[in-house]
């Protein structure tokens, strides 16, 4: 992969969609998989054809050719996407937002404190890093794309019912991933897995039971982290990117449903190890929230948080919001997420830190959960925190006890040698600053213990109305956990 790699970063590998629709072309590879070059516009002249979004992407909207998609590994169909309404409206695009899968729509069951699990256990799963969970399959129930760093592999496990799981297709042309999402780039539906990690970033398309031919985009490689929001002011609402590297964070704009390349705007900083990032609020209001994880430095602290935002106009550019910290006096900041913990309906930010003692151990300290209020102030709103598990890794936000307010699931890696990781969850409770300690479930105990990785997923995966947790086991030092783990409440 790396050859090609190497070869597109000249050019502007867009990532193609239906977007491309009546965009002017000199050849097939110019327009992507689903259109073919006829009489210099992809899919034909504009006006003959209907984009799958409802976009009507003329010449005049265009400022960058799509000359980017790798012609060896795109599916170049004239295929008619299935949500195709047939129509084009003209209308400005906006994806409809996903469901809210954080949320319980059973009946509310505020006594569910009884924590119980399931798993997946699978050997080619290696060192599960990182899952998104997503309908995949079109048959209503919620599957899972699993990320795997040794192998490097990503696999889409279907949903089958009762707990159980299908390997449906296995990606295995990555090089060193850390992170993936799940979005539908070019809002047509079918979802588009984004991997990236030390060795560059790809796009995936999903066609509903295999992989499409990935699309690298010419990014800076070493990238611990991304996410996907409306990032870029004034535009149709697409899902831009915003990836995460030791020296700066890039945004990569969606134009029409494309990623373009040719308008990467980096905010260079020492992030050093920035594990995680959220994207809060979307258009104007958009910021993105990253993680300084720092674990070499001389151990104080003294890491930041860092607020960043995108400017508005013709060529967006990525900086630091006001203000531009979180707050600077984390210690190994891991990973954040957002919700509603508190039960009044504002947004709080939670921010799971390690306290390492020093430059490069391995965790032998608990870690600690902290909150903030969101914009503009930030507040911090539970002095001290909360204490959870040694070397948190990864959040995920969920009304698991249905309880109407979000609760906050800790997955943490444990002291190598001395224990292993699991899961806390902390539940949301109304207020959560007046001193009411949330309550610390710790279930995993320590005789079966999981080694966290990076990005737990949420969904109802049961179908009885209430979100579970899917928990990726990447191990330990030197075993494989070869798991994934679904974390589930029940009525005591
Ligand atoms: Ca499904
Ligand atoms: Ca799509
Ligand atoms: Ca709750
Ligand atoms: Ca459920």
């Not at 042309?173 to 588009?192: H, Q, R, W």
Request: proline share 7%.
């Amino acid at each position: 992969m790396r050859g090609r790699l190497v070869g597109l970063l000249t050019l502007a590998a867009c990532f193609d969609g239906a977007g491309a629709a009546g965009w002017p072309c000199e050849n097939d590879a110019q327009c992507g998989p689903r259109h073919r070059c006829e009489q210099n516009f992809c899919g034909g002249p504009p006006g003959t054809t209907a984009d799958a979004t409802g976009t009507s992407m003329g010449p005049d909207t265009m400022t960058t050719p799509s000359t980017g998609v790798d012609p060896s590994t795109s599916t170049a169909e004239t295929t008619a996407d299935a949500s195709s309404s047939g129509t084009d409206t003209g209308d400005v695009p906006l994806c409809p937002p996903p469901p809210d899968v954080s949320r319980c729509s059973g009946a509310a069951s505020p006594a569910l404190r009884e924590a119980t699990w399931t798993e997946y256990a699978d050997p080619g799963l290696g060192n599960v890093t990182a899952i998104v969970a997503a309908e995949l399959t079109g048959e209503g129930n919620i599957d899972l794309a699993v990320l795997s760093f040794s192998p490097f592999e990503l696999r889409v496990l279907r949903n089958t019912g009762n707990w159980s799981w299908e390997v449906l297709d296995t990606f295995t042309d990555l090089d060193m991933p850390y992170d993936v999402i799940a979005t539908d780039l070019d809002c047509d539906g079918e979802i588009e897995f984004i991997v990236t990690g030390a060795g560059g970033t790809v796009v995936i398309p999903w066609n509903g039971d295999s992989f499409g031919g990935e699309q690298p985009l010419a990014t800076q490689q070493g990238n611990f982290s991304l996410a996907a929001g409306d990032l870029v002011v004034d535009d149709e609402g697409y899902p831009d990117l915003v990836l995460a590297s030791n020296t700066a964070v890039q945004l990569v704009p969606n134009v029409g449903g494309m990623l373009d390349a040719n308008r990467i705007d980096a905010y260079q900083a020492d992030f050093s190890e920035p594990w995680d990032m959220l994207v809060l609020g979307a258009g104007a209001d958009a910021r993105v929230l990253v993680v300084e994880s720092d674990d070499e430095a001389i151990m104080l602290p003294s890491q930041r948080v860092a607020i960043l935002q995108v400017s508005s106009g013709a060529m967006p550019e990525i900086g630091v919001a006001e203000p531009a910290v979180l707050a600077g006096n984390f210690q190994n900041p891991w990973a954040i997420a957002a919700g509603d913990f508190s039960g009044t309906g504002e947004v709080r930010i939670a921010v799971a830190e390690r306290n390492l003692t020093g430059p490069g151990e391995v965790s032998d300290v608990y870690g600690q959960l902290r909150f903030f209020g969101g914009p503009p102030d930030y507040e911090e709103t539970l002095g001290g925190g909360v204490s959870v598990g040694a070397a948190p890794g990864a959040l995920a936000t969920a009304d698991l006890d249905c309880d109407g307010v979000h609760d906050v699931v800790v997955g943490y890696g444990g002291a190598s040698g001395v224990d292993e990781g699991g899961v806390n969850i902390v539940f949301g409770t109304d207020p959560i600053d007046v001193g009411n300690e949330p309550l610390l479930v710790d279930f995993l105990g320590t005789s079966d213990g999981v080694g966290v990785g990076t990005r737990m997923a949420v969904g109802d995966f049961d179908g009885d109305g209430r979100p579970e947790i899917a928990v990726p086991d990447f191990g330990a030092m030197g075993t494989a956990g070869a798991r994934v783990v679904f974390v589930d409440l029940e009525e005591p």
